[in-house]
């Protein structure tokens, strides 16, 4: 009893000392500011110098020619204000890289690089290439160029062109900044030749008096474009398109290209088509059966939603149509062939297929779907093994199934029309049919179809109407302005309704049938990514993410919890079945595409390259021998791997973005690589004193994820939900939240005040007093619980392996040593991520977190155990037995009683160790005392107090139960 006594006043030191902790609190009122995105007041615009007849320098000194006057008309029309800066074009598209602009207007080319770097207008003109020599020169052909030089300007599609070309036809080529000096250098006779776009060319040579002349040979290169940075200015997109098509529509377009092209330029594109006053009747193709889209009704008149849709759009725009029913294939070919003007019969937009036309904006988003007969037995795809699934030839339904035949084993055949294709499957001749789901449903209602719909689709993308490619730019243009002014008017959604039913809802707020989801959704993500997911000063998980998600479940009408586990970890949920999404900033790549299922983009980004202000660091260049810190498993780490060989840098791996950059600020790295939005949020919100180089890479999208063919459901929710967010505003209003340009932020001198503070040692303990009591009561409780298992199951092993039963011990050693073998870490992740990838079965973090710390330390509990028995004396047991008393009661009332008294001191020091290994469990989303530690860093940057304290927290709880074992073991 006395014993017992003593212990109890012990144990209330222990408490008393954790008390002590409770003395440092301090109650702080936090304030959060709301940053409401403001429209910008003047954007900055950067054009050529030198690229006449589109933008030069009069002789007044005023900066003038089509792009000028085109950007003059449409900012008048559009009502914004806006600065030119003449840069040069090299310089202009390098400012809007690194966002000093807003825009680019300089004779632009647009190509399929540039739009993965840059969002483009509609083309505002379509141009091409020509070659000039001297008047008096003997070359009349691209192949008396052999041995010459020829002069381009640098960065240019003419500098593109003679590079394809010179191996051809044997020329050299000499680069140049502007165009002036490059034709300078054929006229002095350096260069044989020049390579520029004709309208400049013919432009510099007849009003510049030059002594050159073109070629006959032309290379047609597409069109002109206005860009912006990526996601930046989609408004300046949006009102650029806008005033481009109300100034074509009015004749200002055709009065600016006139006054510098004169009687050449008869209209605004090829030479005829785009002034929108339509002077021929179009002739458009279409299918003839793949209804609700299009289809021959009952009196014998070509109807559906395409029919409508062009009936409208044509006489808001007053053009005049002839429409021939082909059918698809030879719709295409005959577009193919020019034969017809343009194609509208539910043509998916596809990357080949805009290789080979110009499509409109998409008028349709659809998915696709099979359709076995009503009494089948299949059910899933899985059933389709040895079946026959019937197609449309040139259709995406084909491309489809020719995908999956081989993993689903069915064998694939093709019919000309959906109509024989639906048959073949009705008499029994093939087992399934795939079609686009809403022509498959309106087939089975309208047309009481003895068939029913999978449940799984894929999404197929967007529909739109086809011409050929530069032919007719005023009927793509014409289609694109009549859709949105039909889709603006409701007429759009009245013809969907007429053909869909409640069942279509409308595209423009592109809503969809609703999906029923029957499950709560486990979502993994990250919580050191700011500003996409954060923990803010309230202790709440915010940033876009988080906002984004909340907002579709809203709208999409299913529920989820958010596990915040870190990125790789996330990513490992997800790959084992303990998530089902994952929203971290995920960059979609081709490796990860493999893996997982991706739903649209939500975002688009770049990666920059951050140092400290002092640095002499100026570019990649000067990286040369230094060390660049990236995040595990991003496209910062993949960059920073393929540039390590060029720059000559080492490279530094981290687990965090907050462990990123606060190896640069500790000088550990020169250096770090992180997505442009959370850099830039990073040094203006957590006043991180860093500065971004120049140099930015285009790194793609980010999307939400789940696990390749699994929560379908959940993946059409979330992209039906983003475009409803994005066309109702929201999601820009989310977006413009976190990421808002300082100049929309008002800061009052207390708020700076305010932050100053909570910067210290003391304003980090009062900002974050409770977060951090609440990852200590984490930490202990955890420990405890694990602790009182492990004894159990370490006091029986260690009995089992001191024992005489060779079968047991044999159990308890091996037990021991495959548990010492194996890193806590390493353990932990098997059971959080490896045992539901075998076994299906999943858990909480916390549960997983318990069993590993309790498998882990029962098996250093046995050792202990062993230990103490194996030092009692054996004369002891001896005596015992002499007595007559058998085995077992020797062990529980002689051996065990002198080993406890031996073992309490290792025990506590069990404790003590098993209690910091509640650090190693942030890996798997328990947030204890260090993790909670690494979050409040991602939002403050304040690594050094906040280790401080923390340390502080551990080394006051510790001691105390060192002390504790101090006394046991001097009362032993």
């Not at 054929?186 to 510049?208: L, Q, R």
């Not at 979609?588 to 770049?606: K, L």
Request: hydrophobic share 45%; aromatic share 10%.
């Amino acid at each position: 009893m006395r014993w017992i006594m003593k212990k109890a006043k012990l144990l209330a030191f222990v408490m008393a000392c954790l008390s002590m902790l409770g003395v440092l609190t301090i109650t702080a009122n936090h304030s959060v500011q709301t940053v409401d995105a403001q429209t910008k007041e003047k954007y900055i615009i950067a054009t050529d110098t030198t690229f006449a007849p589109f933008e030069f320098v009069n002789e007044a000194g005023d900066m003038v020619g089509i792009d000028m006057d085109l950007l003059a008309a449409i900012a008048e029309d559009q009502g914004f204000e806006y600065e030119v800066k003449a840069l040069g074009f090299n310089a202009a598209v390098q400012a809007l890289e690194s966002k000093q602009v807003d825009g680019v207007i300089a004779g632009m080319s647009i190509t399929p690089e540039r739009q993965e770097a840059f969002d483009f207008s509609e083309a505002y003109y379509n141009s091409s290439l020509s070659f000039a020599v001297k008047t008096d020169s003997e070359i009349q052909t691209l192949s008396d160029l052999d041995g010459k030089r020829v002069a381009v300007k640098t960065g240019t599609q003419g500098a593109e062109l003679a590079d394809s070309l010179k191996d051809e036809y044997g020329f050299t080529v000499v680069t140049f900044e502007d165009s002036v000096n490059m034709y300078q250098d054929v006229i002095v006779g350096n260069s044989d030749a020049a390579v520029e776009d004709f309208p400049v060319m013919a432009y510099a040579i007849n009003d510049g008096k030059l002594a050159l002349r073109q070629l006959e040979e032309t290379f047609d290169i597409g069109s002109y474009g206005f860009a912006t940075s990526p996601g930046e200015n989609p408004e300046l997109v949006a009102a650029f398109n806008e005033g481009l098509a109300n100034i074509q529509a009015s004749g200002k377009y055709d009065e600016i290209l006139a006054t510098y092209l004169g009687e050449a330029v008869e209209t605004s594109s090829d030479e005829a088509d785009t002034a929108l006053e339509h002077t021929k009747k179009y002739v458009i193709a279409t299918d003839t059966t793949f209804a609700p889209f299009e289809f021959v009704n009952e009196d014998g008149d070509m109807v559906g939603i395409d029919m409508d849709l062009l009936a409208a759009i044509a006489e808001d725009q007053g053009f005049e149509y002839e429409v021939k029913a082909l059918g698809f294939n030879a719709a295409v070919q005959a577009l193919e062939s020019k034969q017809v003007d343009g194609v509208i019969a539910g043509m998916s937009i596809t990357p080949e297929r805009q290789e080979a036309f110009d499509f409109s904006e998409a008028y349709y988003n659809s998915s696709l779907s099979f359709a076995v007969k009503t009494d089948s037995e299949i059910q899933t795809l899985s059933d389709l093994e040895g079946k026959r699934v019937a197609v449309k030839t040139g259709t995406q339904g084909a491309e489809l199934a020719d995908s999956l035949k081989d993993e689903y084993g069915f064998t694939v055949v093709t019919f000309e029309d959906s109509v024989n294709m639906y048959q073949d499957v009705i008499v029994g001749n093939s087992d399934a049919a795939v079609e686009d789901f809403p022509v498959m449903a309106y087939a089975i209602n309208d047309g009481n179809l003895d068939l029913r719909q999978l449940a799984e689709t894929f999404d197929i993308g967007s529909y739109g109407f086809a011409t050929s490619p530069g032919a007719n730019p005023a009927l793509v243009a014409a289609f694109n302005q009549g859709l949105a002014n039909i889709q603006a008017s409701g007429e759009y959604d009245e013809i969907l309704a007429t053909y869909l039913g409640d069942a279509a809802v409308t595209q423009t707020e592109t809503e969809d049938v609703a999906i029923e989801h029957t499950k709560k959704y486990i979502i993994a993500t990250d919580q050191t990514y700011a500003p996409f997911e954060f923990v803010d000063d309230e202790g709440n998980l915010v940033g876009i993410d988080m906002d984004l998600m909340a907002a579709i479940a809203e709208n999409q009408g299913f529920e989820y919890d958010m596990k915040v586990l870190g990125f790789n970890a996330a990513v490992q949920a997800l790959e084992s079945g303990q998530a089902d999404g994952v929203i971290a900033g995920m960059s979609i790549t081709e490796a990860r595409q493999e893996s997982f299922d991706f739903s649209e983009p939500y975002f688009d980004s770049e990666l920059s390259f951050a140092v400290k202000p002092d640095s002499e660091i100026q570019t990649l260049e000067d990286l040369d021998g230094l060390r660049v810190a990236v995040k595990t498993g991003t496209q910062g780490a993949d960059l920073a791997e393929r540039l390590k060989d060029e720059y000559n840098f080492e490279i530094a791996i981290f687990e965090d973005s907050a462990n990123v950059i606060e190896d640069v600020l500790a000088g550990n790295s020169a250096a770090l690589i992180e997505d442009f939005p959370v850099m830039a949020y990073t040094i203006k919100e957590g006043d991180v004193d860093l500065r971004l180089l120049d140099e930015t890479f285009s790194v793609g999208s980010y999307g939400f994820a789940v696990l390749k063919d699994q929560n379908q459901d959940l993946l059409t929710a979330f992209n039906q939900g983003l475009a409803n967010l994005q066309a109702s505003g929201e999601y820009d209003e989310i977006i413009s939240l976190y990421t808002a340009t300082e100049d929309a932020v008002e800061s009052t001198e207390s708020e700076a005040e305010t932050t100053s503070s909570r910067s210290t040692f003391i304003g980090q303990i009062t900002s974050n007093w409770r977060p951090l009591m609440d990852g200590l009561w984490t930490t202990v409780w955890v420990t405890l619980v694990s602790i009182v298992i492990a004894m159990i199951l370490g006091i029986a092993l260690g009995i089992m392996s001191a024992g005489q039963n060779s079968i047991l011990k044999f159990i308890a050693l091996l037990y021991v040593d495959i548990m010492r073998g194996i890193p806590l870490l390493v353990l932990s992740f098997f059971i959080y991520f490896g045992i539901p990838q075998l076994t299906g079965l999943t858990f909480p973090a916390t549960l997983a977190g318990i069993v590993t710390l309790s498998l882990n330390a029962a098996a250093y509990i046995s050792e202990i155990v062993r230990g103490g028995i194996k030092a009692v004396p054996i004369g002891q047991s001896e005596a015992s037995r002499s007595l007559g008393l058998p085995y077992n009661k020797t062990l529980r009332h002689i051996v065990l009683p002198q080993a406890f008294k031996i073992m309490v001191p290792s025990f506590i020091n069990q404790f003590v160790i098993t209690l910091k290994d509640t650090s190693i469990l942030s890996v798997i989303g328990l947030v204890e005392l260090t993790q909670t530690g690494k979050i409040i860093i991602a939002r403050t940057y304040q690594s050094g107090s906040m280790w401080l304290i923390v340390g502080l927290m551990y080394i006051i709880i510790i001691t105390a139960l060192t002390k504790l074992s101090k006394r046991l073991e001097k009362e032993k």
